[in-house]
């Protein structure tokens, strides 16, 4: 995306944000504390922004935005997904697109398709923030098993229980809907 086209993102996104989850989209004070804060509706110019947290599989979990209103701690990788939502707002300008790896293009995609993710940044000789370019994998919350993946180890020649052991090792397939009976009535 273009610096401008972010920029018209989240002057959406975290207002939005804030308003239905306070405590999960928080400003910078001069203390250096983080404090739930209402967003101004034009957040200004997008200086730069930094990853604060990842979660174990390296999803980001706490994402830092700065610009020339005032610095916010976005909280949780859902969140973080809508606040970057690769969608152009800005009127008569062209699509964001999202380049799968598959090879296919999406359109103004009304989610950052993962929080696993990095930031690649275009700037002029000044510093200026001009480009970013949002790198990531999968698609989805990264719990569980990725449908991406299962269709690689398909792939690959697995069947499906190497796929369930892949993705919940030591984990075990039982019936639970199968009546256990003991005594005199367990042969009907």
Known sequence: MTR???EAVLNKSLPDLYRQ??????????DGDYRSM??????????NIKVLQRGKGGNIMELEINTTQGTFKVIKEYNI???????NTLRGKSPVEVQCHDGTVQKNFS?????????DFERDQEGNLLDIVIRGGGYGHGVGMS????????????DWQEI???YYPGSQL??????ETKGKDAGK
Not at 147 to 158: I, S, V
């Open 81 to 87: 997904r809508l606040a970057l939502q690769p969608v």
């Open 164 to 166: 369930i052991e892949h």
């Open 21 to 30: 989850q306070p405590l999960f989209v928080l400003t910078k004070c001069s």
């Open 38 to 47: 209402t967003i101004p509706e034009d957040v200004g110019t997008l200086l």
């Open 111 to 119: 989610l950052l398709p993962s929080a696993f993710a990095c930031f």
């Open 174 to 179: 039982k019936n639970i809907y199968k009546k």
């Open 147 to 158: 449908q991406y993946g299962t269709y690689g180890l398909t792939l690959m020649g697995k």
């Open 4 to 6: 401008k086209q972010l």
